[in-house]
């Protein structure tokens, strides 16, 4: 019997039987792994659910706009950190990394959203799905053309930048019995404070009013005196601008890097986490973020432990997309009639 | 003055033409009623005013200028203010804040609470409430509150009393009562007496164009022509 | 969406066109003859191109212009990949542009028809003998890959628009990460699995001995003098004609099926759901027969790309990206005309050799012919030569994506939907007709 128990766990990947201490600790670990990753997914996340949300367009090129923010955060850094820079100074530059990037991208978004965007809101859904894709292919090639022309390889992580991250972020700390990485605990401060900075734009600024408002009913917006095409410019403008700080975060996490592929695997993300939480739903988008997060973070602990299948965290997001969309094709918190886009 | 005038206004949606040359004339201070059978295109003018259904032929003129063509919220800005039929309330919006995106200046917005709640006492203890868990009546309140609060010369006011309880009707029928004496109005609505009562004058609209007008003083539902066009 | 497609409730009218002139009907067994072979005079024509390309190539690059014929004109291996990449982009089109839902995760199906003939053929799988022949195990990737389709369709066509686009998506990406990871495949699963046996896979008439032929890069069959018609063929070639048969077969078998009556319906649900639901049709099986079809023959696709290549890899089969390739061919070459992704795939390939750092490409040739004081002269501040290695050096992606975006938002329909447009019908059509004219006018 014994010996069945054995081989079958053997057959199925269970190599031992966790303890209970283990078990505690495997908690913490999974919370505070859930945490800084759930920190990053709603950051990557939070653009695109906006411009759905407000324009029903799903922009493919959110991706390539993290991308392109975590190569322009590399560059302020690189240029302005040296060796003997300070841990502090480096902290208040890749704030002003963020802030110059935030700046540039949203120009850069309004700027697409007027010329390109514009001409096609009267044309079928598909027709943005299209364009949108065309602008991640172009956006791509480019940034590799960039990269090339400077030294660096586009495939991998640009290691420089990720050099230029104070001592006390690769630093290890003790929090509930787990040891954890300085830079994680920064992750779920920035992804607190960007949820904070939303929530009171959404909710506090007259801009705010108008994308709620616009979300739910464009017509009767307009209808009250308010310029909803300049609205859609500035949201997808923000959109633009937010996936730039994603990148800008990634750009000092050794898990993420900037390289050009970084476009496509936070597009992935920001899709799974934006259709759980339900399309144009901010609130869902954070929802979900924490749900994708821990997701992660349980399946990265039951991979490491049990489980040897290297891609089962990312295969088991999905899978979770999957099962939204069969038992609530709208999302958790989405409306019922977005469904139609 | 003639605030509002369409001459021989045509709309369609996509293949379908609803409007087929409507002229229509409101004076400043009116209360005209636009009547007639579902489907013959009363939504349409209103919309068709607001520019949502933008014209295909014809002319719009609010004032002395010429409105056709040009964008929804421009029109609105112009004071045409608009009070739907199902109300479309911003039903994840506090009442609050119903009332306050629909006021144009953001320093006149506690003005516009005292105009709205002065108005609609009932509204103020949920004013924090959002706007979809408020009753049917309540949210027709909401909706004329906001075309009060927009600094309207004109309100364009579809279906008040569709769907509501006969003692809330009164309740709508004396809020537009009120609002009249601030704005001018165009009203559609199905329930003939109630139209009658708070219209000076009607139009009656037949596939897509007017056939009939005048004076409400004195019409009945038996007249030759209302009957033909109105009765089912 | 497209005018000149017919339209079920059109069919009615028997003596008159769809543009109201009358019909004259045939009025012998020959007439019909005859009018059937005008309607496929532009058919045959293509045909009759594509099989006459590698004795045209092999004769313009023997001329004096032959460098330049060189970098202009697709190699012969590079048509290969339009051929199977062609026929994968036409089943994408079949689903996408004819019912209007947009097959996002399509890659898998032809990842599965790769994975298929490759695994099968390491003796990786079950049932499936590594003796088993090639065209069986196209047959048998055609059945897997609809039955996936079945599977993937019963729950996404619950969703319509993006919602569909992003759930076969999300379908395609755990199939592309449990094939990055699953150890069968081969030692090294990111890296994907190459075929071990040195024989290659063979294509031709079944049963017949001296009719069938290796193919495959560097194991294929070349023939000397073949039928004893003097003719030499390389392996390329022979592999390139075997290949383009399938994929002719595959392309009518496509086109007979979007002109029979479930052809018709499948327009109709692109045209309006609702009303073809209100006609009477019951859209969910017609959708989800649409999608096993367009599974099927996008497994085909990427069978014979395993066949040609002889190993496949995450990233060329599952990926994103290789939807994306079947995307921009429909779009440039014309969403819902069946045929036109193909042409708009041979676009993608030729600017892609062209613009390729091979010995063929533009870059090389520049280097080689441009003298070396204007390749070191500056321009803009920046050396020529460096101009040309990042501007011109294997930079096709760049400008496919300038082309796509300029198509998606000025021609919409497409390269062979304009024309079609242009002549106001398809172009086997108006050729019919204008033949048809000739010869009575005789």
Redesign the interface.
Known sequence: MIADVTALSTAIGLTQLPLLTDVTIGIARVVLDGLSKAALFVLIASGLSLIFGLMGI?NFAHGSLTMIGAYLGGVVMVVTVTSDTAGPTRLLLFFLAIAAVFGALTAFGAAMERT?IR??YD?????Q???T??????L???VR?IV??RGLQPQSDWQAAIGTAPDSLSTWYDVAGVSIRGLYLFEIAIGAAVVAAIYLFLTRTRYGLYIRAGSEDPEMTQALGIDIRRAFTVVFGIGAGLAGVAGVMLMWDPRYGASVPLG?ETL?IG??VV?IGG?GSFKGTVVASLLAGGTDATMTWVFQNHVP???LP??VL??V??GV??VR?QGLFGLAEV??? | MTLLRLDNVHASYGQSTVLQGVSLEIEAGEVVALIGRNGVGKTTTIRSILGLTPPSSGTVQFRDGDITGMETHDIAQRGIGWVPEDRRMFSNLTVDENIRIATPNPANVPDAFETAYSTFPELTEHRKKPAGDLSGGQQQMVAIARGLVGDNDLLLVDEPSEGLAPLIVDAVAEAIETVSQEATVLLVEQNFPLAMELADRYYLLAHGTVVDSGSTEGVSRDDEMIRRHLSA | MDPTDDRPTESVDKTHDRRGAPIDRPTSARDTALRYAETHISHVAVVFAFVLYPVVYSFLLGTPLGDEFAVLLPRIRTMIAVLYLGLFAMSFDFISGYT?Y?S?GHAMFYGTGAYLVVMAANGKLPIVSPETPFFVLLLVAAALAGVLALAVGA?SF??????F???T???A??LH??I??WDRVSDNPRDGAAVTSPDGFELGVPGIDGLTFEIGRLVGDSVENAFGLGIDLSSAELSYYLIGAVVLVCYFALQRIIHSPFGRVLIAIRENEERARAVGYHTFFYKMGAFAIAGAFAAIAGGLYAGYRRSVAPESTFD??VT?DA??AS?IGGFGTLAGPLYGHLFHETLSGILSTDSDGLARYLRETIPQSVLEAELVGIEVLRLVN??IDG?A??Y???I??LF??FV?RGLLGSVRDRLGGTVSEVVAMRVRQWRKNR
């Open positions: 799903l390109i001409p096609i044309r079928a859904p598909l027709f799905i299209l364009l894709f065309g602008v991640v292919l172009v791509d090639e480019l053309i090339e022309f496509v992935l899709f799974i259709i399309l299948f290297p891609g990312e295969m999905f899978v997309l999957v969309l069969i094709p469904g139609g886009h | 209007g947009l996002f729950v619950r969703l319509s628009g993006v919602y686009a992003m759930i998506l999300g379908f990406e755990v990460v449990f990055q990871n994103l990206f994306a995307l921009l779009i990042v501007l930079r992606e760049l496919l994506g300038m796509f975006i998606v938002l919409p």
